[in-house]
């Protein structure tokens, strides 16, 4: 067993002041083929220029509203969205691989769908409209399946075609528009679940090692780490905790979830 590819979260990562360490510990480990970044952009302009020194394969940006109001009204700051966009687009100029991620949910950022595919297309950078998962706030809204955002996508824009190949690590499928190169994607955790490829575990930034979003199954390594285990003892714990990995989540059934209404701000983006 080995990891080799690696995704440092958020919310905002770059709110540790070790972020960057541990970034470039990573790049620098031997057998790591890919580090990713996945950041809510509140902090990316300042941090730009260390992510293309260092090296990361991709930094994915959460941008769930284009319009200054509803960005402000969903992400809870006072941020101005146009310097996140900005940031976005100078990071890219740095050589850094980007993407932009949307959480399509109805009735409160639907409308920013047509705005984010526009600046996807003005600057060539691929974009993913990713399920609303039923997971602590999440359950208080509905979400948007893959055919409601294509069609939406569609009716401003023109036919869409499926886009070849994969395009880095992660279960999204791509679609692209008639005429464009630029890359949409859509990752459905639940109407496309892709349980039986998944082959992630997550490291929360309290120690405990979750190896499925919608369950309580892992284990603290925080604990035996502090209290000394070698790397042998902490390998066989990894391993031990990879075996018991859930086959699939239960989203359509909560009353079988263990840890399903834990929120995402604490399990990472």
Same mark, same amino acid.
């Given at each position: 067993?080995?990891?080799?590819?690696?995704?440092?979260?958020?919310?905002?990562?770059?709110?540790?002041?070790?972020?960057?360490?541990?970034?470039?510990?990573?790049?620098?480990?031997?057998?790591?083929?890919?580090?990713?970044?996945?950041?809510?952009?509140?902090?990316?302009?300042?941090?730009?220029?260390?992510?293309?020194?260092?090296?990361?394969?991709?930094?994915?940006?959460?941008?769930?509203?284009?319009?200054?109001?509803?960005?402000?009204?969903?992400?809870?700051?006072?941020?101005?969205?146009?310097?996140?966009?900005?940031?976005?687009?100078?990071?890219?100029?740095?050589?850094?691989?980007?993407?932009?991620?949307?959480?399509?949910?109805?009735?409160?950022?639907?409308?920013?769908?047509?705005?984010?595919?526009?600046?996807?297309?003005?600057?060539?950078?691929?974009?993913?409209?990713?399920?609303?998962?039923?997971?602590?706030?999440?359950?208080?809204?509905?979400?948007?399946?893959?055919? %409601?955002?294509?069609?939406?996508?569609?009716?401003?824009?023109?036919?869409?075609?499926?886009?070849?190949?994969?395009?880095?690590?992660?279960?999204?499928?791509?679609?692209?528009?008639?005429?464009? %190169?630029?890359?949409?994607?859509?990752?459905?955790?639940?109407?496309?679940?892709?349980?039986?490829?998944?082959?992630?575990?997550?490291?929360?930034?309290?120690?405990?090692?979750?190896?499925?979003?919608?369950?309580?199954?892992?284990?603290?390594?925080?604990?035996?780490?502090?209290?000394?285990?070698?790397?042998?003892?902490?390998?066989?714990?990894?391993?031990?905790?990879?075996?018991?990995?859930?086959?699939?989540?239960?989203?359509?059934?909560?009353?079988?979830?263990?840890?399903?209404?834990?929120?995402?701000?604490?399990?990472?983006?």
């Amino acid at each position: 067993m080995a990891v080799s590819s690696f995704k440092v979260t958020g919310g905002e990562p770059f709110m540790n002041p070790d972020a960057l360490a541990i970034l470039s510990g990573l790049k620098a480990t031997p057998g790591v083929a890919s580090v990713t970044v996945t950041t809510n952009g509140s902090t990316l302009g300042r941090h730009a220029d260390d992510l293309a020194r260092i090296g990361v394969d991709s930094v994915n940006i959460s941008l769930n509203a284009v319009d200054p109001d509803r960005y402000c009204a969903v992400t809870r700051t006072r941020r101005d969205v146009a310097a996140v966009l900005r940031d976005v687009v100078a990071l890219k100029q740095r050589g850094v691989t980007v993407k932009v991620n949307m959480v399509p949910i109805r009735g409160l950022n639907d409308m920013d769908i047509v705005p984010a595919v526009e600046f996807s297309l003005d600057h060539d950078i691929p974009i993913r409209f990713i399920e609303l998962m039923p997971l602590g706030e999440g359950r208080r809204f509905t979400g948007l399946g893959r055919d %409601d955002v294509l069609a939406i996508i569609a009716d401003r824009f023109g036919p869409l075609e499926p886009a070849p190949g994969r395009y880095g690590n992660g279960p999204a499928l791509y679609s692209r528009i008639r005429g464009h %190169d630029t890359r949409i994607g859509y990752i459905a955790a639940l109407s496309g679940n892709f349980c039986a490829d998944c082959n992630r575990i997550r490291l929360t930034s309290q120690g405990f090692l979750k190896t499925c979003l919608h369950h309580g199954h892992g284990a603290d390594l925080a604990g035996p780490i502090r209290a000394g285990d070698d790397d042998a003892a902490l390998a066989q714990r990894i391993r031990r905790i990879v075996r018991d990995k859930p086959s699939g989540h239960q989203f359509d059934c909560p009353a079988t979830s263990v840890g399903g209404g834990e929120p995402m701000n604490r399990i990472g983006g």
